[in-house]
């Protein structure tokens, strides 16, 4: 089992930023990749940020890339997702996921263990 907790999220004017941390524990595997997704109210979660856990590799959504870096720090099994530059439509519940395989991807199906998720709110 792994298990996933979210945090960093709050209430930010546009323009602002915010880091989100998602941090591990249970098993954890060298071959892992860990993926940021949100999901803004009536829409489907779509995917953000990827990061393998050993490799540093890193894959991004088109729209975010450059935006929402998104990094790890292994000795304390955790993972970011720096969020710059936010807008009105960055508005949604974060979630961060686990993949038991290295290979990045961004179908939400694609993970096996997901976090519950942390609010951000941009204001206007």
């Known amino acids: 089992q792994v298990q996933l907790v979210e945090s960093g999220g709050g209430l930010v004017q546009a323009g602002g930023s915010l880091r989100l941390s998602c941090a591990a524990s249970?098993?954890?595997?060298?071959?892992?990749?860990v993926g940021w997704f949100r999901q803004a109210p009536g829409k489907e979660r779509e995917f953000v940020a990827g990061?393998?856990?050993?490799?540093?590799?890193?894959y991004y959504a088109q729209s975010m890339k450059g935006r929402f870096p998104i990094s790890r720090d292994n000795a304390k099994n955790t993972v970011y997702l720096q969020m710059n530059d936010l807008n009105l439509e960055d508005t949604g519940v974060y979630y961060c996921a686990v993949r038991l395989r290295p290979i990045l991807t961004s179908f939400p199906r694609e993970y096996d263990y997901w976090g519950r998720g942390t609010q951000v709110t941009v204001s206007s």
């Open positions: 249970g098993r954890t595997f060298s071959s892992t990749g």
């Open positions: 990061i393998s856990w050993s490799g540093g590799e890193t």
